[in-house]
């Protein structure tokens, strides 16, 4: 009932201006039927002049209600891994030499990727990941979704003093590790937030499942005034560590590194000074229904029974097909847009 009573302050709040025009429109159209002149009122009848102006002001309600609600990015905070989890170049290639000792060619192609992957020296990987032979299991995992996003919603709370309480939705995605409890759950249960908050968890959905998450708030905002929308990206790659010898298994190895986000949308008007962006739109294209698109990347079982992320030749021409971008406003004390793609 109170969440029911805020929610209705704020969008009066919010809708103040409008009513205000829809009342000096109505009230100046009321001040010209006064002074019309009255040898005209033979031809127009009163009647017809109110019936024309409530016919105006009705357009004129329904085009600011049905007006979409602008998204609002207020702030994010990201993952800092602690200097220990460190694994640089040098350290990666000298495991890789370790765990594949038997292997002499799949240490030549992964010591190959590490030079070209771009990859700094301040990357990190989770603690199982820096044992040899590495042997994580499931608590392993839990461990590191903990850490990844623990310390990034905290971070995110610091910068915006915002209490989780006032959390109204939630989004987490992770494409690799989907356990159950959900992780969206394990937030709720680790903030205590409200009985009533709507709670999501993506998974299988890749790289673009970030922006993905971002159409969907955007989407449920437009029917929820007045509310906060949290969203967390990463990937939980504990679990996810290959160790096989198959080439296009072995690339995820030398491509991903410990990471993750928390951003705080709003479609609060009152938070429009606040925010650092605004989203304009956002754009999703899905070809999964096309084969070489489907099949470009997918988690499997070598021969010898190693589960891994295959990733083949069709990838770089496919990811562009199935694309997921969306663009935004900086805004600037100055008020200077600039547009900025994700």
Request: some cysteine.
């Amino acid at each position: 009932m109170l969440k029911s009573a805020k929610q209705f302050y704020g969008y009066l709040i919010n809708h103040i201006p409008k009513f205000f025009i829809i009342n000096l429109i109505f009230a100046i159209s009321i001040q010209t039927c006064k002074q019309f002149p009255y040898h005209l009122l033979n031809y127009v009848s009163l009647a017809h002049i109110l019936s024309v102006t409530l016919l105006a002001i009705s357009i004129l309600t329904f085009h600011f209600l049905s007006k979409p609600r602008t998204v609002y990015l207020v702030d994010f905070a990201c993952f800092k891994p602690p200097s220990v989890l460190r694994v640089p170049y040098a350290t990666a290639a000298e495991h890789g030499r370790i765990i594949l000792a038997s292997q002499p060619k799949s240490i030549a192609f992964q010591v190959k990727i590490f030079e070209r992957s771009g990859l700094g020296e301040e990357t990190c990987l989770p603690h199982p990941l820096h044992y040899l032979p590495p042997n994580p299991n499931m608590m392993d995992a839990r461990d590191e979704s903990q850490l990844v996003i623990f310390s990034a919603m905290d971070s995110l709370f610091e910068q915006t003093g915002i209490n989780p309480k006032d959390i109204d939705i939630l989004i987490v995605n992770c494409s690799l590790f989907a356990p159950t409890p959900s992780l969206s759950a394990m937030v709720v249960s680790k903030y205590k937030m409200r009985s009533n908050v709507k709670s999501f968890n993506l998974s299988g959905m890749g790289c673009s499942a970030g922006l993905i998450s971002i159409d969907l708030v955007k989407h449920l905002l437009q029917v929820h005034p007045e509310s906060y929308a949290v969203v967390i990206s990463t990937e939980i790659i504990t679990p996810n560590s290959y160790m096989g010898k198959e080439r296009s298994m072995l690339l995820p190895n030398c491509l991903f590194r410990m990471g993750g986000a928390a951003v705080l949308l709003t479609n609060k008007r009152s938070q429009r000074k606040h925010a650092k962006y605004s989203l304009v739109h956002v754009v999703r294209t899905h070809k999964g229904s096309e084969e070489k698109s489907y099949r470009c990347v997918q988690q499997e079982e070598d021969k010898e029974g190693h589960v891994g992320i295959a990733l083949n030749l069709d990838l770089m021409i496919e990811a562009p097909k199935n694309s997921a971008w969306a663009d935004c406003i900086h805004r600037y004390p100055v008020n200077e847009p600039e547009i900025v793609k994700l």
